[in-house]
């Protein structure tokens, strides 16, 4: 709704973190989007089921999708569902919720029953917590669990959930452990703790990214003046060693705005912390598979 404000008003309007396909696909003027969207994410979710399954030897042939009914889960779940078409998945069960519900018990009755190979859902803080309470006391245990990041990877969703967070895995793109490739990470989050008291994640990461492509912008358009920064945006040419995220860089494609050069990453929850599991080559740890029964 804000951006479509500031379209009508000709403005630049920037978004660091949210992830619906459809906001770049508008045909906006004045909106750009430095993270990948929720399309690279899913399509990142297959890929990884897919390496995980040849890695391992296991088979993985049905996924259940559990959602939140606003554009984030609605567009999360759509894109899901025509992934595993188009990859030879059978869908189990598609459930849709109400954002920030207070019972999940009925859903996650059905999920249980439907007993796919991998869930993956699409909520917020609130309902993530809400979500695991419940499967835990239903003793539902999916051998998988990758969520489409928001609520599942914040820190009051561990504070909230506790052991049961972990094996829990999230589409991603930057993680603390990145620290060892990119001794900037530890920096920067040093300095965002010592303010926020708390460490960067997914979303603060993004955001914070978003932020100095802006500024980047502003600076090299010498000026305030919309068409100005617009034009400046468009020019952005950001390399890798310029920022905190694993990143092939940001460039935004002049007629969706979208960043071209995003790339996902797949944490896992271990012991409190989220550690990057794939790309292979790029994790941190294993993956831990199934999801452990802790009754």
Known sequence: SASQVAERYGIP???GESSSPSLHRRGFKWFFRSSPHDEHFSTAMFDFIKEFQAKKGVKLPTV????????????????QEQLAAQQGYKVAEKIAYRARSTALTAEVQRLKAAAASVLLPTGYTSDAILFVKTARELDYVPPMVIAQDAGYIESDFVAGVGKDADGIMSRSVFSLDLAAKKPTVAKINAMYKAKMNKDLNDNSSRSFTGMLVLLDAINRAGSTDPEAIRKALLATDMKPDQMIMPW??????PATGQNELGTPLMTQWRDGQLKVVWPFELASSDVLYPLPNRK
């Open 13 to 15: 309007y920037f978004s």
């Open 248 to 253: 092939k860089g940001v460039k935004f494609d």
């Open 64 to 79: 259940s999708l559990f959602y939140e009914d606003t554009l984030f889960g609605s567009d999360s779940a759509k894109v």
